[in-house]
């Protein structure tokens, strides 16, 4: 594709059916892509989500990607797809203009002479490559970066800038990972001994597989014993805490500042909502989803949904209901006794009954 494409080019693309808007011309180049509502009439955009569709009839857009049911709503030329959210994210690499680093190593970094760094891949200044360090084709290692010794970085793979991928770890090919990221830093392991906490050793490492995101200010901790482990295409936003010797399957999604504690398996495809906790030593099944702010407290055995907690509402209305919450332990007790007397109650007749018919 070239770096502006024409509407028949994206059409091409994307396997779309294009209907052209009244004078409109397929050799049009969409400058990039916008909202809706915010369009020009050179920007691309997309309707995928029904709460947008109120401003398809007033879109300024010089094409929509929609589906053949929002087809007759359209009032210029569109994209017709199957899914459009999906075509919009394929469209949007077209548009990418993230800066691309030439190969080579720039003059201030410091590459240990042990480490191996592929001719096509790029070493940003200030970045130090260790020991035994193993930098695979075409990746690049933004400024200021570290990569600990013995440490493997896969094809293609990225770090952008104050990224720190501690010794022993590995990172697949074809892996975004954003700044200040730290991979590799010691899980939370202590072994409390006469009112003092001493340090466990973590002895092993983080294996992440191939096409892995990794949002900004996560870390992810070495094993204890064993490696942390992230498995193939998995996306993980900003603030993410992943504990030691926690197993995360293919393609799940972890949304920002949730937070898993040690040795939790994590099945494949499931997705777990921002703000979401998870406690140690659980299994989450393949296929589950984690709503916003849920603690995950035991294992879950069957896909499904899952949530936790009480949703806002106006404060005087939250206050009575946390005073009734602090109640519902009394309250128990109260309708256990009632049961009690009911079933006291219901024998006294059953027996008063027999007496009178005898």
């Known amino acids: 594709m070239v770096d502006q494409p024409t509407l028949a080019q994206l059409a091409e693309y994307l396997g779309a059916r294009l209907a052209l808007g009244a004078g409109a011309s397929d050799a049009l180049a969409p400058s990039g892509l916008n909202t809706l509502q ?16 109120r401003f398809l009839s007033s879109t300024r ?24 959210y999906y075509a919009f994210a394929r469209v949007s690499a077209l548009y990418d203009r993230t800066p691309q680093q030439q190969p080579g190593i720039h003059p201030s970094a410091q590459v240990h002479s042990q480490a191996q760094v592929d001719s096509s891949a790029c070493i940003g200044p200030g970045s130090v490559i260790e020991a035994g360090a193993f930098i695979d084709a075409g990746v690049v290692v933004g400024a200021n970066c570290v990569v600990g010794a013995g440490t493997k970085i896969g094809a293609g793979s990225r770090l952008f800038p104050s990224v720190v991928l501690y010794h022993g770890c590995s990172l697949g090919s074809d892996c975004i990972v954003h700044s200040n990221v730290v991979i590799g830093a010691d899980g939370f392991g202590f072994a409390p001994y006469q009112r003092e906490w001493i340090k466990i050793h973590q002895l092993g490492g983080v294996e992440i597989g191939d096409g892995v995101e990794i949002g900004a200010c996560s870390c992810i901790d070495r094993g204890a ?3 942390t482990i992230i498995g193939r295409g998995v996306k993980i936003d900003n603030q993410v805490q992943i504990a030691h010797n926690v197993v995360i399957g293919e393609h799940t999604a972890i949304a920002a500042c949730a937070a898993v504690a040690g040795s939790a398996t994590i099945g494949s495809h499931c997705t777990i909502a921002g703000g979401a906790g998870i ?4 299994e989450i099944v393949d296929f589950s989803h984690i709503a916003a702010m ?14 936790s907690g009480t949703p806002f509402s106006e404060s005087r209305l939250w206050r009575r209901n946390a005073v009734r919450y602090a109640q519902l332990d009394q309250m128990a007790k109260r309708v256990q006794n009632l049961e009690k007397q009911l079933a006291v109650l219901s024998a006294v007749k059953q027996n008063f009954d027999q007496s009178a018919d005898e």
Do not use: M, W
């Open 38 to 53: 915010d369009a020009t009439d050179t920007e691309l955009s997309f309707l995928s989500s029904p709460r947008y569709r």
């Open 61 to 84: 857009a010089c094409a929509v990607l929609l589906t053949e049911e929002q087809l007759n709503a359209c009032p210029v030329t569109a994209l017709v797809v199957d899914n459009p």
């Open 225 to 227: 014993l064993g490696n």
């Open 279 to 282: 406690v140690g030593h659980v």
């Open 294 to 307: 849920t603690l995950v407290t035991k294992s879950i055995h069957n896909a499904g949904s899952y949530a």
